[in-house]
T-cell receptor
Framework: GENVEQHPSTLSVQEGDSAVIKCTYSDSASNYFPWYKQELGKGPQLIIDIRSNVGEKKDQRIAVTLNKTAKHFSLHITETQPEDSAVYFC???????????FGAGTTVTVRA | KAGVTQTPRYLIKTRGQQVTLSCSPISGHRSVSWYQQTPGQGLQFLFEYFSETQRNKGNFPGRFSGRQFSNSRSEMNVSTLELGDSALYLCASANGRGAGDIQYFGAGTRLSVL
């Protein structure tokens, strides 16, 4: 089955700096890669996603890149703000599985 | 549009008991997935239902079961509870058109087994 690895497990950045989280996946058939943000006491919230026919996608301060050959994808958050502090999860989906395989999560802390 | 609703939000049970959790998906969504979230294992897939049929199942023992009703609402049941079943149980809904649908999560049910 799909195995998703996520690094780093914790990330502390100064407000205004950038944050980068990296994930690798094992199943070359995976073609959908969402990123979720989870705040304390809440369920995961989709913040951005990318499909395998696209190499990069951007939404305001958030961007995701995908390298299908290397089987890795990354989340980039620019101009970080205190409200960006949360746990971020990457995930991968195989077109035949009807499920998401998640990375272990990255706890991001933005220092004011 | 209302989001994914999970009830109850919190549950406390003792070992050996059984529990039923409920999930109401976003209106119009026909796919419901369940995930278990623990500090040690992270988010793990339990099962997915579409139009009352289970399309996929994760690697959990048979004590974990689920079902989906004709109105797309879903329930999951855990029998003979063990301490290790303490977790946040998350439900996600999707329109069900195919794999790779955007999944929207509820706030979860926090289960504590004593």
């Amino acid at each position: 089955g799909e195995n998703v690895e996520q690094h780093p497990s914790t990330l502390s950045v100064q407000e205004g700096d950038s944050a980068v989280i990296k994930c690798t996946y094992s199943d070359s058939a995976s073609n959908y890669f969402p990123w979720y943000k989870q705040e304390l006491g809440k369920g995961p919230q989709l913040i951005i996603d990318i499909r395998s026919n696209v190499g990069e996608k951007k939404d305001q301060r958030i961007a995701v890149t995908l390298n299908k050959t290397a089987k890795h994808f990354s989340l980039h958050i620019t101009e970080t703000q205190p409200e960006d502090s949360a746990v971020y999860f990457c995930a991968a989906s195989n077109p035949n599985d009807y499920k998401l395989s998640f990375g272990a999560g990255t706890t991001v802390t933005v220092r004011a | 549009k209302a989001g994914v609703t999970q009830t109850p939000r919190y549950l406390i049970k003792t070992r050996g008991q059984q529990v039923t959790l409920s999930c109401s998906p976003i209106s119009g969504h026909r796919s419901v997935s369940w995930y278990q979230q623990t500090p040690g294992q992270g988010l793990q897939f339990l099962f997915e239902y579409f139009s009352e049929t289970q399309r996929n199942k994760g690697n959990f023992p048979g004590r974990f079961s689920g079902r989906q009703f004709s109105n797309s609402r879903s329930e999951m049941n855990v029998s003979t509870l063990e301490l290790g079943d303490s977790a946040l149980y998350l439900c996600a809904s999707a329109n069900g058109r195919g794999a790779g649908d955007i999944q929207y999560f509820g706030a979860g049910t926090r289960l504590s087994v004593l």
